[in-house]
C-alpha cells in the first residue's frame, strides 16, 4: 500500500506541473499567474478539492500522442469562498496554450452539471488560445458543449468569467453567456479573430490592446463589466462580487449585520440637489449617503456612465442599484445605458436581489444616431426588464422624471412596489422649454416680445409640473419624503417587502426585443 500511496502522490506532484517548469516560468515572465496559483487566491485556503487530475487527451494526429499532459489544460473543482461553495475550472496556458480539446471541455461540462444540480455558481478563470487546432472538430463540439451548459445554467446559478490571459475565437462565447466578466489590464484580451485576421480582412492596424483589451471592453464594447491592474487584485474583486449573490435561483444572498441604532437622518443629502434644475449633481454621492457603511460596488463603472448600476446593502440587505448620472449626459437614457441597466435587472430580478433606482432623468436621447442604431428596440429592453421583475422594487425620484424615461424607471404603473419622490421631484412629459414650445407656440410667436412671453409661460408649466405633488395626488408616487430620511424609509420598506410575492403569467419565456 506505501508504494502505491507514495504513487498517487507522485503522479498528483507531476500534474502539477503543467506543461513543465519551462512554461511555468514564461508564465510568470509575463506577469501572470498559473492556473493553481490563482485557485489559490481565489479560494479560501485550504478549501480547493480537485477533481479529474489525471484526465488526458485521446487525440494522435499532428504529434499530441508525443504530448499529453495529465489535466489536458484545465484544473476543476471545488471550493468555499467566504465559507460558500463554488465550482471552478482554470485553464493552464501552460498546457497547449490553455486551448480546449475535447477532454477539456469534458472536464469543465462536469463541474457545471454538478454545479446545477447543486445550486453553487461557476467561477471560470480563463486564458486559452481557443480551439484546440489540432483536434479539429471535436475541439468546437466541446466549446458547444459548454455554450448549451452556459445556456441552460443562466438564472439557474451565477456564472463568473475571469479572463486572464488571451480569449480568442471559441473562447469568447462561453464568457459571453455568463453574467458577469471580469478582466485584467495589459494581460487580457477578448476578440473573435485577432490583429493578424483582421488586418486581412478589413486591412486595419489595431493592436492586441486597442482591439480586445481590458479598458476597451470595459469603456467601448461593454463586454467587460469589472477591470482592475492585476490578477491578484482581480481574483479579490471577485470574491467580493460573490458576497452579493445568492448562490443559486432559489437561494438569498447573504445579509450582513449593520449598525440598528445608527438608523437616522442625514442632513448631507438634503443639501445635495441643486437650486437651478439644469446644474449637474453626482449621484454617486447620494448613493453613499444611502447604502450601509459607503460600501457601493459598481458594476460597467466605466461604461454608459449616464446610468449607474452596482450592489450595496443597505439595512444589511443586499440591494442590486440602478441610478441616472446628471453628471454624465445629464443622465439621458441612450441605447447603451439601457441595454446596461437591462442586463443588470434583469440579472437582479433572476437571483432574487430587490432593486433600487434613483432616478434623475431628462427622457431618451434625441438625434438620427440614436433612431437609426435602434433606441426604440434598446431603451424597450429596459422597460421589459423592469416590467417583467417580480423582486423588491423601490424608486426615489430625486429631480427629473420626464417622458417615457418616468415610465420605465420602474414607475408604479410598471409594479413598483414603493415609489417615493424628494420634493425636489419634476414629473411630466416632457422638459418645461420643449413643452411650451409646443403647446404655446401660437401665443410665443405671436406675443410682443417672444424671448419674455416663452420665460413666463416656461415659469407658468414649471410651477405647475415642477413638483412631485400632482403625481402625489394620483398616487403614482406613494409618498413625498425628506432626502434625509430617505435612508431610513429604504430600511423599512425593504423589511416590509422581505414577504412580497408577485409572478408573470404562465409561459414558456417572454420574448425581450433583442
Ligand atoms: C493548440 C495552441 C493554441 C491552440 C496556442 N497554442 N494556441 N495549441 N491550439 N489554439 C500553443 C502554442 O503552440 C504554444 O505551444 C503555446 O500554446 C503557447 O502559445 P504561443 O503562441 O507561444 O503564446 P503567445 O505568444 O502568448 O500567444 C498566445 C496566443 C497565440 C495569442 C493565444 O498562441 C494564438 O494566436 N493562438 C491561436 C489562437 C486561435 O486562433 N485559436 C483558434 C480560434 S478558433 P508550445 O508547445 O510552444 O508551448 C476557435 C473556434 C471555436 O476557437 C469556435 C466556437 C464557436
Known sequence: MKEKIEQLNKLKEDAKLGGGEARIKAQHDKGKLTARERIELLVDEGSFEEIDTFVKHRANDFGLDKQNYPGDGVVTGFAKIDGRPVALFSQDFTVFGGSLSETHAEKIVKVMKTAMKTGIPVIGLNDSGGARIQEGVVSLGGYADIFLLNTLASGVVPQISVILGPCAGGAVYSPAITDFIFMTKSSSYMFVTGPNVVKTVTHEDVSFEDLGGAETHASKSGVAHF????????????????????????????????????????????????????????????????????????????????????????????????????????????????????????????????????????????????????????????????????????????????????????????????????????????????????????????????????????????????????????????????????????????????????????????????
Open 227 to 514: 477591470i482592475y491592474e492585476n490578477e491578484v487584485e482581480t481574483l479579490s474583486n471577485v470574491r467580493k462580487l460573490l458576497g452579493f449573490l445568492p448562490l443559486n435561483f432559489m437561494d438569498k444572498s447573504p445579509e450582513l449585520g449593520f449598525d440598528k441604532t445608527n438608523i437616522k437622518p442625514e442632513p448631507k443629502l438634503d443639501k445635495i440637489i441643486p437650486d437651478n434644475p439644469n446644474k449637474p449633481y453626482n449621484m454617486k454621492d447620494i448613493i453613499h449617503l444611502i447604502v450601509d457603511n459607503n460600501d457601493f460596488f459598481e458594476v460597467h463603472k466605466d461604461y454608459a456612465e449616464n446610468i449607474i448600476c452596482g450592489f450595496c446593502r443597505i439595512g444589511g440587505m443586499a440591494i442590486g442599484v440602478i441610478a441616472n448620472q446628471p453628471e454624465v449626459l445629464a443622465g439621458v437614457l441612450d441605447i447603451n445605458a439601457s441595454v446596461k441597466a437591462a442586463r443588470f435587472v434583469r440579472f437582479c430580478d433572476a437571483f432574487g436581489i430587490p432593486l433600487l433606482v434613483l432616478e434623475d432623468v431628462p427622457g431618451f436621447l434625441p438625434g438620427t444616431e440614436q433612431e437609426w442604431n435602434g433606441i426604440i428596440r434598446h431603451g424597450a429592453k429596459l422597460l421589459f426588464a423592469f416590467s417583467e421583475a417580480t423582486v423588491p422594487k423601490i424608486t426615489v425620484i430625486t429631480r427629473k422624471a420626464y417622458g417615457g424615461a418616468y415610465d420605465v424607471m420602474s414607475s408604479k404603473h410598471i409594479r413598483g412596489d414603493f415609489n417615493f419622490a424628494w420634493p425636489s421631484a419634476e414629473i411630466a412629459v416632457m422638459g418645461p422649454k420643449g413643452a411650451v414650445e409646443i403647446i404655446f407656440k401660437k401665443e410665443i410667436s405671436m406675443a410682443r416680445d417672444p424671448d419674455k412671453e416663452l420665460e413666463k409661460k416656461i415659469e407658468e408649466y414649471r410651477n405647475k409640473f415642477a413638483n412631485p405633488y400632482i403625481t402625489a395626488e394620483r398616487g403614482f408616487v406613494d409618498d413625498v419624503i425628506l432626502p434625509s430620511e430617505t435612508r431610513i424609509k429604504l430600511i423599512s420598506a425593504y423589511n416590509l417587502l422581505r414577504t412580497k410575492v408577485d409572478t408573470n403569467p404562465k409561459k414558456k419565456h417572454g420574448n425581450i426585443p433583442l
